[in-house]
T-cell receptor, first 115, second 113 residues
Framework: GAVVSQHPSWVICKSGTSVKIECRSLDFQATTMFWYRQFPKQSLMLMATSNEGSKATYEQGVEKDKFLINHASLTLSTLTVTSAHPEDSSFYIC???????????FGEGSRLTVL | AQSVTQLDSQVPVFEEAPVELRCNYSSSVSVYLFWYVQYPNQGLQLLLKYLSGSTLVESINGFEAEFNKSQTSFHLRKPSVHISDTAEYFCAVRGGATNKLIFGTGTLLAVQP
């Protein structure tokens, strides 16, 4: 099946720094990717839709200046958490939309801990 | 807009017993329905999906779900669970032109020996 890879799988950073998370579709091209965040023991909340070559579409309540999304190629989308604070600590998961019947495949997730 | 409701946050069950995890959705358009499983500290794995055709769909590890349009439900069932089935199960719906996947709050299936 299709593979989506996220990097890093976990990261610890100091408050005030910025962290970049990459989401790659390894064996298919994805014009659309989605970014989710998941708090402990909670569901996945859609943050934004990332479209190749255009600006991301953010869900209501998600700060676009805080969570910068770039989808510069058909196989890579990046999420940058700017000026991270402890409340940004979470599990971030991306998914990529394939052309085959519009199937979605998920990355393994990236756990961010902000100290 | 679509939404998903999973009424049970946790379902404890003994090994080899049957189980049903409930999922109801709301949507004004035709939808695709999914069940995902998440093991501790891991990403999501697709368990099964309904896109069209037969309303009863099955997974390779014995789970099945039935799409019921009149009741707007997509309950997940397994006739006999194993310890290894212990995980968080998420129901999700996708519909309309946006391809957004909206998740329910999840149900923890806790299988006890």
């Amino acid at each position: 099946g299709a593979v989506v890879s996220q990097h890093p799988s976990w990261v610890i950073c100091k408050s005030g720094t910025s962290v970049k998370i990459e989401c790659r579709s390894l064996d298919f091209q994805a014009t659309t990717m989605f970014w989710y965040r998941q708090f402990p023991k909670q569901s996945l909340m859609l943050m934004a839709t990332s479209n190749e070559g255009s600006k991301a579409t953010y869900e209501q309540g998600v700060e676009k200046d805080k969570f910068l999304i770039n989808h510069a190629s058909l196989t890579l989308s990046t999420l940058t958490v700017t000026s991270a604070h402890p409340e940004d600590s979470s599990f971030y998961i991306c998914s990529a939309l394939t052309g085959r019947a519009g199937e979605l495949f998920f990355g393994e997730g990236s756990r961010l801990t902000v100290l | 807009a679509q939404s998903v409701t999973q009424l049970d946050s946790q379902v404890p069950v003994f090994e080899e017993a049957p189980v049903e995890l409930r999922c109801n959705y709301s949507s004004s358009v035709s939808v695709y329905l999914f069940w995902y499983v998440q093991y501790p500290n891991q990403g999501l794995q697709l368990l099964l999906k309904y896109l069209s055709g037969s309303t009863l769909v099955e997974s390779i590890n014995g789970f099945e779900a039935e799409f019921n349009k009149s009741q707007t439900s997509f309950h997940l069932r397994k006739p006999s669970v194993h310890i290894s089935d212990t995980a968080e199960y998420f129901c999700a719906v996708r519909g309309g032109a946006t391809n957004k996947l909206i998740f329910g709050t999840g149900t923890l299936l806790a299988v006890q020996p």
